[in-house]
């Protein structure tokens, strides 16, 4: 948040668009979803489970669907020089 003077008002940044087209999810929910794939090796079912003990109703269709809208995401295809998957 930025006041440029005392009597202006406060501005904000803009928000971020989506990272897939029609999603929900915000970036830290989807970095947090591939470091539990591929960093910790931790199954679809099991993300369900956390997420469910969290109290974040999803169904589990949904992760599956989320992960098949984006077969390009793999850890060789993450990249320090890539922005995205």
Do not use: N
Request: glycine share 8%; with cysteine.
């Amino acid at each position: 948040m930025i006041k440029a003077s005392p009597e202006a008002a406060p501005q904000t940044a803009p928000v971020p668009g989506a990272i897939f087209t029609g999603s929900l999810a915000d970036v830290s929910f989807l970095a947090g979803m591939l470091v539990d794939k591929f960093a910790f090796h931790l199954p679809l079912y099991r993300q369900h489970q956390r997420l469910a003990a969290g109290g974040i109703t999803l169904a589990r269709a949904t992760l599956t669907q989320g992960w098949r809208a984006a077969p390009r995401c793999s850890p060789r295809s993450i990249s320090p020089s890539s922005s995205m998957c």
